[in-house]
């Protein structure tokens, strides 16, 4: 903390949210929407929704998270339509359920448009100061401090400080105090969290080179096209027609044997290697270094060559992030296939930051350290855009709730990806930067990005975020949809020769009874598009709608099954352990499970289940125990 006798009382606030990253953004943004005064305090205002590492949003997993941060009123999706310069859908060959929006992103037109956003937002202020104390009364959050000696009454606070918490650059032997992009650290507010009782721990996260695009040979590249058929992100404009927005491209290109051996041949000078780096670094986005160390049977690997705007001749290096000294970053960049000729302009680097023990937190995004108390993303041990941002929304929301003295929303594990995603920080925690992924939700097929609306708009509009127009316009979508499923059922295709002609060059068995097309569609290779030749008073859709018809026709079984293991589930979730204050008391419990369970307070029988350290047996006793004293 620095110390200064030049403090002064400024503007009281209902809401104070330290950062205005990803995070910050839609944290700020929620709670001045649901009616309270908000200032958002950065370091930098050029930090506001900036992109330091991927010029991109949404990817596998990701996607859908940025679909669920727009059916809650979220601003993301939003945001990303206005600035998008490529857009892909991934996963296409593969089912609905991982299928995952992922686009380019025009980076500093994605900033200023946020920045306007914000600017314009009724109850929201900004402030480019850095806050260095918390001040703490009776266990609750009453104020926070600036450096620049402001003091700022608040009711809730929301911690989204990134990457830039206490934040050191790494570059082979060379190592600074700094943020991102070059902009300032937050270097006092580690110390008032330790006052406060916080442990904190040490990530990093990395980079690569941005490069000159005019010094690309293209002749030697990949290159990679946007979608022909453009999908939105918001839902509000999924009626939009995107044909005529210019889309870059993108390229792909290799590491050669070259790249391999610069790289190591001077993994002694990495910081990584030669244990200057405390942090945890990230499994899923690793250094190139760190791909050569890992994966020693592996030649070469795949490099991508982005575009950052088109206001910029900056191109994005993806997968080729490093900490080695700029020296070597200019020799092994030059070894890439296409970048023999390449012009860095601004090397690559790792960054260690400050982040908290994501277990002493709440579902809600509340610390269980300090009331009135919030955290959203990488402060949590999360790494991303999309993670962040969907963090600061349930953080901002509940912030919200909290003072209006309402329930928290909490999404569980069967709600959403963002409900995942709270649920494994606070209740697992994690030992390194936590990404979003398909494979970490277990119902992850009624979990599709294209129903975040149906899951999720209800909520979003009881809240107060989403519009009674938006909602209704949801309403309709789904009696739309609905109506469509019905008809089907009603349109039978009886086995004459002229069907079966049709049903049999459509590559599928002749009929020998009548069936519905409802039915028909189950078929593997048959479909509702491929069916329209037996439909002549088929009604038209829009696009999406049709998508949503077909989807829930042909995985009909499996998403009954998946509702029936969510039925189960809730079970266990709906259990609340709130009456239970020691759990050392309850006889039968092994120690370790009682040290935890009292450690992480869930808020129910199925949050407890998740926990490292309690089994089975554990969670029977505590069923037990409900089922009698607990009366």
């Known amino acids: 903390m620095l110390e200064s006798k030049y403090k002064f009382i400024d503007k009281s606030y209902d809401v104070v949210v330290i950062g205005a990253g990803h995070a910050g953004c839609e944290a700020s943004l929620a709670t001045a929407r649901l009616g309270f005064s908000t200032l958002v305090v950065t370091n930098s205002m050029e930090s506001i929704a900036d992109m330091p590492c ?49 686009v380019q992103a025009d980076k500093r037109k994605y900033h200023e448009e946020m920045k306007k956003v914000l600017e314009r937002q009724e109850n929201l202020d900004l402030a480019e100061q850095e806050v260095d104390k918390l001040n703490v009364e009776d266990g609750k959050i009453v104020s926070v401090e600036t450096k620049q000696g402001a003091i700022y009454p608040a009711k809730a606070v929301i911690v989204c400080t990134g990457t830039y918490l206490n934040a050191k650059i790494l570059m082979g032997e060379l190592t600074y105090t700094s943020g991102p992009h070059g902009l300032s650290a937050a270097t006092y507010l580690s110390d008032s969290l330790r006052d406060l009782g916080f442990n904190l721990r040490r990530f990093k996260t990395g980079t ?66 030669a244990g200057i780096v405390k942090g945890v670094g990230p499994r899923y986005c690793p250094s190139i270094e760190d791909k050569m160390v890992r994966f020693p049977d592996k030649d070469i690997h795949q490099v991508f060559l982005e575009p950052e705007g088109l206001t910029t001749d900056e191109f994005y290096v993806q997968g080729v992030s490093s900490t080695l000294p700029f020296e070597i970053q200019k020799k092994f960049y030059k070894t890439i296939t296409g970048l023999e000729d390449v012009k860095i302009m601004r090397p690559a680097y790792g960054i260690e930051y400050d982040l908290i023990d994501s277990t002493t937190l709440k579902r809600s995004l509340e610390s269980m350290i300090v009331d009135g108390l919030f955290f959203a993303g990488q402060i949590n041990g999360s790494s991303g855009y999309e993670e962040a941002a969907g963090q600061g929304l349930i953080a901002g929301i509940n912030a919200a709730l909290k003072l209006r003295g309402d329930k928290p929303l909490i999404l569980d594990r069967s709600d959403a990806y963002i409900g995942v995603l709270i649920d ?84 599928s068995a002749k009929l020998k009874t009548a069936y519905s097309l409802y039915d028909l569609i189950k078929r593997p290779e048959l479909d509702y598009y491929k069916l329209e030749v037996l439909d002549p008073n088929r009604p038209k859709l829009m696009k999406f709608h049709s998508l949503e018809v077909q989807t829930e026709i042909k995985y009909e079984g499996y998403i009954k099954k998946q509702m029936h293991d969510i039925d189960k589930f809730k079970k266990l979730e709906n259990k609340s352990l709130d009456i239970i204050e020691d759990y050392f008391k309850i006889e039968g419990l092994k120690k370790e499970a009682a040290q935890k369970l009292n450690d992480i307070k869930p808020d129910s029988l199925g949050q407890a289940s998740r926990i490292s350290g309690v089994s089975p047996a554990d969670i029977n006793v505590l069923l037990i125990w409900l089922k009698t004293k607990g009366k």
């Open 424 to 507: 494994d920080l606070v209740t697992k925690g994690t030992n390194e930067p936590y990404r979003m992924m398909t494979s970490r939700c277990e119902y992850r097929l009624t979990m599709r990005q294209d129903n975040a609306d149906f899951r999720l708009t209800e909520k979003g509009y009881k809240i107060g975020l989403v519009s009674k127009q938006r909602y209704e316009k949801m309403l309709e979508k789904r009696k739309i949809i609905d109506d469509e499923k019905q008809r089907l059922k009603t349109v039978m295709i009886n086995p004459t020769e002229d069907n079966n002609k049709i049903i049999e060059d459509l590559g």
């Open 54 to 102: 991927n010029p991109n949003i949404g990817g596998t997993g990701k996607g859908h998270i940025v679909r669920e941060i727009d059916a809650l009123g979220g601003e993301m999706a939003i945001n990303i339509d206005k600035t998008f310069i490529q857009s892909r859908m991934l996963n296409t060959s593969k089912g609905p359920a991982v299928h995952s929006l992922r």
């Open 208 to 273: 690569p080179a941005r490069v000159d695009r005019k010094s690309i040979n293209y002749d030697k590249t990949t290159v990679q096209k946007g979608d022909s058929e453009i999908v939105p992100f918001s839902f509000i404009n999924e009626d939009r027609d995107f044909s005529n927005r210019k889309q870059e491209d993108c390229y792909l290109t290799y590491t050669t044997d070259e790249t391999k051996e610069i790289i190591m041949a001077n993994l002694d000078r990495s910081p990584i290697y």
